[in-house]
Nanobody, 128 residues
Framework: VQLVESAPRFVLSARSLRLSCSAS????????IGWFRHPPGSVRVPLSC???????YFEDSVNGRFTVSRDNAKNTVYLQMESLKAEDTAVYYC???????????????????????WGQGTQVTVSS
């Protein structure tokens, strides 16, 4: 499966933004999707995960501001980001791993090790 994130975006702080992650050619029906970001001058960090049953996981840093959803009919997962801050500036990545019925946190651990399939990343710049 190949993942493609939405185009790079420049937004003003306090605004909202929705990123998409589309898969081809295979369906995402059996795959969990994780979101990560890589801020400038820092390391890549996990953000959230959505399982095939719709269960979600969020890091404390974005919990309450970010939500994630999936539309299996469109083979697409969305990351909705609210109240954006300058520190949200980063390259955002989606990644996928076979769901397998494990916890979202386990999926994130596997993805964080570089396993699974990763998108090419998309730049999000938030200006204050």
């Amino acid at each position: 499966v190949q993942l493609v994130e939405s185009a790079p975006r420049f937004v003003l702080s306090a605004r909202s933004l929705r990123l998409s992650c589309s898969a081809s050619p295979r369906t995402l029906d059996y795959y969990a999707i994780g979101w990560f970001r890589h801020p400038p001058g820092s390391v890549r960090v996990p953000l959230s995960c959505i399982l095939i049953d719709g269960d979600t996981y969020f890091e404390d840093s974005v919990n309450g501001r970010f939500t994630v959803s999936r539309d299996n009919a469109k083979n697409t997962v969305y990351l909705q980001m609210e109240s954006l801050k300058a520190e949200d500036t980063a390259v955002y990545y989606c990644a996928t791993f076979m769901d397998g019925g494990v916890k979202a946190s386990k999926i994130m651990d596997l993805l964080a090790r570089g396993l699974g399939t990763w998108g090419q990343g998309t730049q999000v710049t938030v200006s204050s």
